[in-house]
Every structure is written in structure tokens, then in C-alpha cells.
């Protein structure tokens, strides 16, 4: 089965007439990100940064609803899910830890602080009045400080339009799944304004997997794991003179979510009895809880004055950011199981100053306060001042990126690391050459070092990456494609230590420094070809080698990924989407066994094809369908946790 998927992928390569990608420089030329250079740059000029660019109209085509769905299109992203909708699921960039990589939506980090890793869980983060998601793969301490060291992904809502409109919607689907929802936006005198409210609620499946024939099926695998999620989302602007203008953004989300109790199970030969030698065993447990259910609730805010100064010169931003995420489960019986509320605030000023017309520095302070509480410990904080420094040059097809910036942590003190990303155009032939070298480090969690088996004695995860490639522009810019080369080693990574004994922990084990360094290297393959008006292919490869210090590869990392695109478009009014997917067989967790506690070294590869299409009936109506894993693929992202089969959806959507 695996050799004649690799035929397929192959085969795809060869029909393509495509040639080796990466997508620097694939977007058209007027297109501005900012999560690059923390400015709003032309795509053509970020320097050696490795970026992709997710448009709204991308979004669209898929109609897709969670961010995890659309973020599996992007070269050098693995994802792990603990079962379905509404499940954790972590990102891994480029072979990193999850925890390397820092979610923003609209500026404001959305990483948690009461998470054990103070990672970020994209689970319940939905795509409803999304413009734009921006992926930097790369390290970005420089720019946005700890958890920065593999990459960032910035999710940016919409902003108001000049003409007020709406729009209201209904989707249902497979597993009893339904979903309302509506916006508004527009601009009236000094204020432009987008607001969004979604309702979504699906029976599901039972997240212990029914497919999976060796793990026990005695009861966890026949209920339905229902999940619910209320998103709303608002951005709104006033325009306080002609050179400044006050914008506040929020984003909330209420989630409920049906869980089996997959982690207390113990195994013992070919028992369920308690075996402490095997921890975190994740086989399922058939006398265990199976209506346990996870309440988890994100606020996320930002007020942001913005200046122009000096005839557009110099661009001021200061900003106040706030985060509070908060998950409650409660057992069998209603009672609390546990709970967990992760907070920030964060204020920061930076400025950006036009030096020559090819040269922009920037300047940045900021300061960020977490907190996490929980009913089993007591508060615990830290602060971070912060300032960076960055230089823009644009000179005759040369550009680079360069910057510093300095950390000054309340319990680990001061940390600088800096970056150097250039970039070279050869306008003749359309062809690009990018490099990057960048440090970076990761302060350990307040989970890490205050927990019940916390390390007080942790330091800082340091990091060092590089990367370069070359990309080419040919057919008036109708086809883009290139490679990238990308190296990361990460010193005194946190990790769980077994063998360690903390005074006064509940149990053996805790969190600790691994001895070594862990590495990831690869490269990253990317191709987009716009046959003609209405055709778009698009084929991408990831090879990604990971090895911890012990020489072996690092767990849910699979070796190669492969995604092919093709988005056809008629009669001006329909579109119609294909996305394939295949995923190499990947490392499972050390503790996972089958119902006779032999142990789970690796999880099998799959291949996935998604359809989606949408015809506009008329001009304010809108069908649209979908077919999720359209052959059926049985698989797993982790071990004994379930994944969506074959599944329909369809929906309309009435715009005003």
C-alpha cells in the first residue's frame, strides 16, 4: 500500500511539469503581511523569510471550519489531534516541539499560559472571519520573543469595507453536525467595523478509536463525544484625524467538549491493573470515565493607537494586549476534575522610521505579564521587558533583514538573541536566492517550573537555525516554484524526566533538561501553477528529519508529507476544490500499547482527498458542499484516538 501511494506522489510530480518550489515569492506582487518584518511589507521584500500567505479566498474555496484543516496545505506543518473536532491538537513546524511555535490572532499571542508546555491548542480556533493567516517558518525570537523559536503563525480578521454589508448562514453535515452564522461589516463617518458571530454543534464520534482493533472496546468506543463551539469576533476602527486612528479587536470563544478517559489507564501484563512502571499509559480504560466533558473559554483583545508622522515617515504603534483562557472538566458524576486559567497582559510601543528611501529601521519595547491558576496549585506568575531592533534594506534586487533583540526574564534574567534573513532577485530570469541564520530561546513554562513535578532549577531552551533555497518566476509570473534547505538544534530542551526525583512530587518523575542537542533538518518543496484564468495547481513536499539526543526520531513527526491542490472555477459563479493529502508513517509515544500492553512503535501512513464546491445561485445566494476524506481513510494522528471518516457537508449563505 505504501509503495503505490509513493507511485502516486510520483506520478503527481510528473504530471505537474512543475518544478521545484518554494512559495517565496509565489503571491502576487501588491500582496502586504506583516507578521515577516512586524511591518506592513511587500511580500517580494521580507528578506530570506520562508512565508506563506493563506488569503481569504483560499479559505472560501475549502469551507473549511476549523484553522488545523486549512494549516495541513502548508509545506513543513505536521499536526497531531487528539481525536476530532473540539480535541487538542498541537502544530509541529518544522520538526520542532509544538510548544516552539506562537499562535497570534491579530497581534495577540494566543499561547496559553496555564498549558503545560505553554503551547498553543488550536482545537477551537475556527475560521470565521479570518482574512488572512500569514506562516513564518523559521525562528522569530528576534521579533516576538520566547516561543518563537520555530515559527509563528499570525491568524488576521477582517477589517471594515467602505459599503455596509452582511451576511447569514446554515451548514449541516455528517455526525448531526450544525452551524449558523453571521457578520456584519462596513464603515460609517469616522468608524469602519467587521463583527462576527458563529454557532456550531456536532454529535461526533467516540474519540477512543472503534476501528482500531487492539485497543479495548468495552464500552469507550460506542458513545458519541459531542462537541459545541460559540465564536465571536469584532474589529472596529475610528479614524481620529487623517494621521491616526484607534482600533480594538476582540475574539471570543466558547467551547464544549465530551472526552473519554484515556489517561489513567495503567497496564499490566494483559490487565487493566496499576502499573506504575508504565507512565502516562495511554491504552484505553473499558471501566474508565466516559462522560467526562472539557468547558474551555478564550478571550483575546487588543487596543491599538496608530500614527503616522512626518509625512508617513515615521509609523507609530502602541498597543495593550489581552489573553485569558480558561478549560474546566468535570467528571462522570458533574463534579470538577480539574481546571485550568492561563492569563496576559501585555503593553508595547514600536516605531518604525523611513531612514532613506531604501532603508527603514525599527524600534520596539514591550512588557508581558502571565499568570496561571489552578485548584491543585497555588498562582504563579512571570515577567518579561523586552526591546528589539530591526533593519529593512532594499537595495537594487538585495534585500535583508537583520535584527536584535533582548529578553530580561524576572527569574532567568537577560537573553539576546538576533537574526540575518537576505534575500537576492535576479529580475532578468525571475529567479530568487533567500538564506537565514537566526537564534532563539524559549523560557520554560510556569507548568514546567511550579507544577506538582515542576523544576524550579529549569534555564531557557536555546536554539540556532539556518536556512536557504532558491526560487523562480516563469510565464509572467503564471508559475512559481523553488526549494528550501532548513537546519534547527535546540540545546538543554525541557522534556519529562522519569528518572528524576523532585522533593515533595506526588509521584516519580518531572520535568528536566535533556542531555544533548535535539536536531530537525529538511527541505520544503513548492510549486503553484496558474494553467489559465480558471485553473490553479498547486503541489507541495515536506521531508522533515528529526533526532533527540538520544539518536532517535522525535514522536508524531511523519518523514514526508506531500499536498497536492487544484481549485477549477466556471462560469464565473461555481468553484470547485480538490486538496490530497499523504502522510508517512510516524513515531508513536513511548507509552503506547495495545490491550495486551505490548508496546505502539509507529502509526501507520494515510492518504486523504477532500472535495469541497460552492455555486452562486444568484447574487446574494450561495450553495456550497463538501466531502471530507472522500475514500474513507481509516488512520490516526496519535495513537487509540479516532479520526473523522467519510463525511458530507453542505450549506447556504445569503450575503446583503
Known amino acids: 500500500m505504501k509503495i503505490k501511494r509513493l507511485m502516486w506522489v510520483c506520478l503527481l510530480l510528473c504530471c505537474s511539469g ?18 515577516a518584518t512586524r511591518t506592513s511589507t511587500d511580500l517580494q521584500h521580507i528578506g530570506g523569510t520562508s512565508l506563506t500567505l493563506i488569503t481569504a479566498e483560499e479559505i472560501e474555496a475549502r469551507h473549511l471550519t476549523s484553522v488545523v484543516d486549512i494549516l495541513n496545505t502548508v509545506p513543513g506543518l505536521q499536526i497531531s489531534s487528539t481525536g476530532g473536532l473540539g480535541t487538542t491538537s498541537k502544530i509541529y513546524m518544522r520538526g520542532a516541539d509544538s510548544k516552539n511555535t506562537l499562535l497570534i490572532i491579530d497581534g495577540v499571542s494566543a499561547n496559553d499560559p496555564s498549558d503545560p508546555n505553554r503551547g498553543a491548542d488550536f482545537s477551537n480556533i475556527t475560521l470565521d472571519n479570518v482574512e488572512r493567516i500569514e506562516v513564518v517558518r523559521g525562528a522569530m525570537s528576534v521579533l516576538y520573543g520566547s516561543n518563537a523559536t520555530a515559527g509563528v503563525i499570525n491568524i488576521i480578521t477582517k477589517s471594515g469595507a467602505e459599503k455596509i454589508h452582511g451576511y447569514a448562514g446554515a451548514e449541516t453535515g455528517s455526525y448531526n453536525t450544525y452551524k449558523v452564522y453571521g457578520g456584519l461589516n462596513g464603515s460609517e463617518g469616522i468608524s469602519d467595523f467587521s463583527l462576527s458571530v458563529s454557532s456550531l454543534s456536532s454529535d461526533g464520534y467516540s474519540i477512543a478509536n472503534a476501528d482500531n482493533n487492539d485497543i479495548s472496546h468495552a464500552g469507550n468506543t460506542s458513545e458519541k463525544d459531542e462537541w459545541e463551539n460559540t465564536t465571536f ?182 537573553k539576546t538573541t538576533w537574526r540575518i534573513a537576505p534575500a537576492y532577485h535576479f529580475d532578468t530570469t525571475g529567479t ?141 459563479t461555481g468553484s470547485i476544490n480538490v486538496d490530497g493529502y499523504w502522510f508517512d508513517e510516524r513515531d508513536a509515544i513511548t507509552s503506547a500499547r495495545d490491550a495486551q500492553g505490548n508496546a505502539i512503535s509507529t502509526l501507520d501512513d494515510y492518504f486523504l482527498v477532500n472535495l469541497a464546491a460552492h ?20 488512520y490516526e494522528e496519535a495513537w487509540s484516538y479516532a479520526t473523522a471518516g467519510q463525511s458530507f457537508y453542505a450549506g447556504i449563505k445569503l450575503t446583503f
Open 615 to 634: 455555486y452562486d445561485v444568484t447574487d446574494i445566494l450561495r450553495v456550497y458542499a463538501r466531502i471530507d476524506n472522500l475514500f474513507d481513510e481509516h
Open 18 to 35: 512543475t518544478l521545484w518550489a518554494a512559495e517565496q515569492g509565489v503571491e502576487k506582487i501588491d500582496d502586504v503581511v506583516v507578521t
Open 233 to 414: 469576533s469584532g474589529k472596529i476602527t475610528l479614524d481620529l484625524s487623517s494621521n491616526t486612528s484607534l482600533t480594538a479587536v476582540i475574539r471570543y470563544v466558547d467551547a464544549t467538549m465530551d472526552l473519554d478517559d484515556n489517561y489513567y489507564s495503567f497496564l499490566s501484563g494483559g490487565g487493566f491493573a496499576a502499573d506504575r512502571t508504565i507512565f502516562w499509559g495511554s491504552t484505553l480504560d473499558p471501566t474508565g470515565r466516559k462522560k467526562n466533558q472539557l468547558e474551555t473559554t478564550k478571550l483575546f483583545g487588543k487596543l491599538n493607537l496608530h500614527n503616522q508622522l512626518f509625512d508617513g515617515k515615521l509609523v507609530s504603534d502602541f498597543d495593550y494586549k489581552y489573553s485569558r483562557q480558561e478549560r474546566d472538566a468535570e467528571d462522570n458524576d458533574g463534579n470538577d476534575y480539574y481546571d485550568f486559567l492561563g492569563k496576559s497582559d501585555e503593553w508595547s510601543w514600536q516605531g518604525t522610521l523611513q531612514v532613506l528611501p531604501f532603508d527603514f529601521v525599527t524600534a520596539g519595547i514591550g512588557y508581558l505579564q502571565e499568570r496561571s491558576d489552578s485548584s491543585s496549585a497555588a498562582t504563579v506568575e512571570a515577567e518579561t521587558m523586552s526591546c528589539w531592533l530591526q533593519n529593512q534594506l532594499i537595495v537594487s534586487g538585495f534585500d535583508v533583514v537583520a535584527g536584535v533583540h533582548y529578553d530580561d526574564h524576572d527569574r532567568f534574567g537577560g
Open 432 to 572: 530568487t536566492l533567500h538564506a537565514s541564520y537566526a537564534t532563539g530561546f524559549r523560557s520554560p513554562s510556569l507548568y514546567e517550573m511550579y507544577s506538582a513535578n515542576g523544576n524550579k532549577n529549569l534555564d531557557p531552551e536555546k536554539s540556532q537555525s539556518c536556512e536557504f533555497g532558491v526560487g523562480q518566476s516563469l510565464l509572467n509570473n503564471r508559475l512559481q516554484s523553488g526549494v528550501t534547505y532548513y537546519w534547527m538544534e535546540f540545546d538543554d530542551r525541557i522534556a519529562w524526566d522519569s528518572s528524576i526525583v523532585i522533593p515533595g512530587a506526588p509521584w516519580a518523575g518531572g520535568y528536566n533538561q535533556l542531555d544533548g542537542d535535539s536536531k530537525t533538518e529538511g527541505f520544503e518543496v513548492f510549486t503553484k501553477f496558474q494553467v489559465v484564468e480558471t485553473l490553479l495547481l498547486s503541489l507541495d513536499y515536506t521531508y522533515t528529519d528529526t533526532q533527540d539526543p538520544d539518536g532517535l526520531r522525535m514522536v508524531r513527526r511523519p518523514l514526508n508529507k506531500v499536498h497536492a491542490g487544484l481549485r477549477y472555477t466556471f462560469l464565473t
